[in-house]
């Protein structure tokens, strides 16, 4: 068993920032990589960033120079940290690791909401 629990959601102004907190536990093994993903209203779930194990960070064009993803091993734990923030950001964000061999978990999400 593998539980996600994502936080550091909220209302913020167009231009501000915030940063999303993943914690894992539970059986914690192999991690492959781990990952932010987001999904607005009516559109499909996207790939925000993710960061593999022992690799370099991967981000969507729309968060690349804004957004920074980090992983602290130590911890289980996974940031992602969202600068000059735009009311296109607005989804709910989720957590994804991957482990060994390719099974996905997913957090319950977390609610940004960007005002203009």
């Known amino acids: 068993q593998v539980q996600l629990v994502e936080s550091g959601g909220g209302l913020v102004q167009a231009g501000g920032s915030l940063r999303l907190s993943c914690a894992a536990s539970?059986?914690?093994?192999?991690?492959?990589?781990m990952g932010w993903y987001r999904q607005a209203p009516g559109k499909q779930r996207e790939l925000v960033a993710d960061?593999?194990?022992?690799?370099?960070?991967d981000y969507a064009d729309s968060a690349k120079g804004r957004f920074t993803i980090s992983r602290d091993n130590a911890k289980n734990t996974l940031y992602l940290e969202m600068n000059s923030l735009k009311p296109e950001d607005t989804a709910v964000y989720y957590c994804?690791?991957?482990?060994?061999?390719?099974?996905?978990?997913w957090g319950q999400g977390t609610q940004v909401t960007v005002s203009s």
């Open positions: 994804k690791v991957t482990l060994w061999p390719l099974a996905d978990y």
């Open positions: 539970g059986s914690i093994r192999n991690i492959i990589t």
């Open positions: 960061i593999p194990t022992g690799g370099r960070a």
